[in-house]
């Protein structure tokens, strides 16, 4: 099923890069995420795993919802669906919802989003969006610590993960 939903991924995000210099192919992103649950979180649940590799597929492709459930199942569709935001509100409103919806959030769905704030921290560090300034970074750095504020208690070892990367806060 994991690597089902690594193919399906992939085929769904196909045209798609990220926002770095290099525009790195967008499925490095889930990769990222179901790595960090598995090996520094040590999630060994295939329900969270598949969801972190198709977390953003509702977002940002076509996906709907009734497809990840014909694919996948009810579970794993449920998580997804938790974690994505609706594209038709305004920027400020999503984020703020995340914020708000976090600590509502089922166990599962806060592991991957944890693991998202995790890899988006990291990937400004090293590799941020080539457009962005550095008040622009920081402003992420502390948006995504209130997310991860609203949701503690999920993983106690991925949020001190969250915390170090949170610590390289760019100045």
């Known amino acids: 099923m994991l690597f089902d939903a690594l193919a399906f991924a992939a085929h769904k995000h196909r045209a798609q890069r990220r926002k770095d210099k290099e525009a790195s192919p967008y499925i490095n992103h889930p990769i990222a995420l179901a790595d960090v649950l598995a090996n520094e979180g040590g999630v ?76 988006n921290l990291r990937d400004i560090a090293s590799n941020p969006p ?3 300034s550095s008040t622009r970074k920081r402003e992420y750095y502390e948006w995504a610590k209130r997310v991860i504020d609203a949701l503690r208690g999920a993983h106690p070892g991925l949020e001190r993960t969250f915390d170090r990367e949170y610590a390289r806060k760019p100045a």
Do not use: M, Y
């Open 44 to 119: 060994v649940d295939p329900v969270t795993l598949c969801a972190a590799l198709l977390h953003d597929t509702i977002e940002d492709t076509r996906t709907t919802h009734k497809e990840l459930r014909r694919a996948f199942g009810n579970e794993i569709a449920d998580v997804v669906l938790e974690v994505t935001d609706d594209k038709k509100l305004e920027k400020a409103e999503r984020k703020e919802r995340q914020v708000l919806h976090a600590p509502h959030l089922s166990r599962r769905a806060k592991l991957v989003k944890l693991a998202d704030k995790i890899c």
């Open 130 to 132: 080539a457009t962005w």
